[in-house]
Each structure stands twice: as C-alpha cells, then as structure tokens.
C-alpha cells in the first residue's frame, strides 16, 4: 500500500486525498498488508502537505489490527468509516439505507457521490470534525447525521430530492426483480403441473361456491375481511364471470394486494404469511394437485412437505438468487414451523372460498382451483 496507489484509485493527488479516500483503500487490500504499509503511507502523506490526523491514525491502526485478528464487527468498521466525516451513512430513524454498493443503481451511485462531494465542503470549511467523530462526541455525531438528513431530503438544482430519487431507483429495482421472479415461478409451476395431468374445473361446484361468496362479501363485510383485503376487491364491483371471480379471490391469498386487517390473526401470523416465497407456493400447489380430492390439509403436514419439497427431482433448477428465501437461513424444523404458522391464514381463505371443506380435505374446486390460483397470481 503507497499513496501513488491509493491516488490511482481515487483519481487525486496526494495532497487532495481524504480520510475517506485513505480508509476505503487500506480496506481493499488484506489487513496484514494494509498495516504492513500504514507506516510509508502515513510518511508520505506527511510529506505531501496532507498529514491527516494522529487520531485518524490511531484508530485506523486499531480497527485494521482488529480485521486481521478478526475481531472487528461490520459495525466497528462502519463507525471508523463514519467517523471519517466524508462516509454517508443510513438514517434508519428516517427509514432511509444506502443500497450496497454492488447493487447501487447509477442514480444512488450519483447520489452517493453528491454527497460525499458536500460533505468534503463541511471537513474543510470546518463544520465536521472527524477527529471529534472519532471520539464518538455526541454533538458533533448529532450535527454530522443531520447535515446528511438536510441534504437528502431538500432539492438539488435540477429539481430532484435525492431521498426519492434513490428510493424510486431502488423501489424500481425490487419490482423489476420481483416481476421476474414471478415469470420464474410461473414457467416452473406449469412446467410441474403438466406432468400432474388435466385437473378439470368442477362448473357446479364453482357455480354453487360464486353464488355463497358473492352473498357474503356484500353482506358479512366483518367476516370477509381477510379475503376482500387479500384479492383487493370491492364488493360492489366483483366479477360477473363465475371463474373470474374465485380466481381472483383465490389468487388474492398468494398475492395479497391490500394489508390484511388483524380480525383472526395476530402480527406475527401474518408475518408469516407474508414472508411464504415462490417455492414455497409451488411445492404446496403441486404436492396438493398431486394428492388429489379428499387430501388432508393440515398446516404442520404440509408445512413438512413443503420443506422437503424436491425441486431437483422434478427435473427444475431452484439455485437461482431469485429463489432464495428466508428457509436458506433456517434449519428445517424451524423452516416448517414458520411457514405452519403462515399456513393458517391461507387455510382460513381456502375454506372460505370451498377450496377445503369444513373437515380440512381438499375439494375438486381446491384441486382445480388452488394451482390454478398460483397461475393467476403471477400471470402478466
């Protein structure tokens, strides 16, 4: 590590260099090899007319000696970059995080560089400083996150606030990385349910069940709640078209379009609904399409099977990134009970739209209905 590297990097001379600079580049290189070379770095910066700080030095040492002893927390790290008064940093009081940087999208990474450039003005007007930032001075930590707030949320000259233009990119992103997780999901659902065969639509039973739910969502809003906010419906506006209908209502317990009212469930099932992924949708829809009419569904039974669900046997490739959920993270046992708990929201609506009887065994409307649900869902 030498000054001419860390200018090649930062695109500035030696006497233009920041601590910012200085301590993102020691980071790039092995901490054995970053300590090794502080010392000449230091020297030459010294002799550069761009000395730095002792304290920038000190802790700079410290938090290096606690990489390379793997001692240090992605929270020491990020509090010795902070500390450098150039570092933008995450105002979770305000709900605002930087995306990673291997993410950023070319507006957040503008922005990013926007404000790094304004704070660079406050170091060297006077009104931050690092080296009080790096004694954690609470004052000065207080002025140096509201510097950042003021920045982000107040327009620049062309207009654009630079929280919202982030937050578009990044809210962009999501949905654009969602919509193709969803056309995933898609192809591999139907590619599964064609090997299960025909699954017909059992017309009287549809029939019988469209003229009950039509009834009670106008009637027994109270009821109805969970499933009117789940498919997104007005009740005064439902479809006319028989399978239209209970596909839409079907295909709302996957999608949920509104925020489920808490009547039957508390936050935390809820949660757990929500947090169901694609793979965790199919294996349920197929291993129901598999059984047939008269499966028992109950949530720990098939909160197992969808856990031990196999992708790889079914001939569909499940390691994408975009098939990675919550589960990954968790052993299998607790990987079932999450997605048990998930289950009882959806069991609810399945039997109140006739997919499940009162005895929780899966109908023909259900066989038919809760895969074809999946399709509707995710269809664009």
Do not use: K, Y
């Amino acid at each position: 590590m030498d000054v001419e590297h860390v200018c090649r990097t930062t695109g500035r001379g030696a006497t233009a260099l920041t601590r910012r600079d200085v301590a993102r580049a020691l980071l790039s290189e092995p901490a054995d090899e970053a300590l090794a070379g502080l010392p000449t770095l230091r020297r030459n910066l010294v002799r550069a007319g761009n000395p730095l700080s002792a304290a920038f030095w000190e802790g700079t040492e410290a938090v290096l000696t606690s990489i390379r002893e793997r001692a240090a927390t992605v929270g020491d790290i990020n509090t010795w970059l902070v500390a450098t008064g150039t570092e933008p940093i995450d105002l979770l009081e305000q709900m605002f995080i930087w995306p990673e940087e291997d993410q950023a999208g070319p507006v957040a990474r503008e922005m990013h560089a926007l404000l790094v450039a304004h704070l660079e003005q406050f170091v060297a007007d006077g009104t931050i400083d690092p080296d009080r930032l790096v004694t954690g001075d609470a004052t000065a930590l207080a002025a140096h996150r509201q510097i950042q707030s003021d920045w982000l949320n107040t327009a620049l000259p062309d207009g654009r606030i630079p929280r919202d233009a982030v937050e578009t990119e990044d809210d962009d992103a999501f949905l654009a990385a969602w919509d193709d997780a969803e056309q995933d999901a898609l192809e591999i659902l139907t590619t599964l349910l064609d090997s299960v065969g025909e699954r017909p639509c059992p017309d009287t039973e549809l029939a019988r069940a469209a003229v009950r739910l039509r009834e009670e969502l106008r009637q027994d809003p109270r009821d109805t709640a969970q499933l009117r906010a789940a498919a997104g419906v007005d009740p005064a506006a439902l479809p006319d078209d028989d399978q239209d209908l209970w596909l839409t209502l079907a295909s709302g317990v996957v999608a949920q379009r509104d925020e489920p009212p808490q009547v039957e469930f508390g936050l935390e099932t809820l949660s757990a609904w929500s947090a169901m992924q694609h793979p965790d949708w199919i294996a349920a829809a197929v291993t129901l399409a598999r059984e047939g009419p008269g499966t028992s569904v109950d949530v720990d039974r098939l909160a197992a099977l969808i856990v031990d669900f196999d992708f790889e046997e079914s001939g569909e490739d499940m390691d994408d990134e975009a098939w990675s959920g919550d589960d990954d993270l968790l052993g299998v046992q607790e990987a079932a009970q999450v997605i048990s708990l998930g289950l009882f929201p959806v069991l609810h609506l399945w039997r109140q739209l006739g997919a499940v009887d009162q005895h929780d065994r899966l109908t023909h409307l259900g066989w038919w209905g809760i895969p074809a649900s999946l399709q509707r869902a995710w269809h664009r």
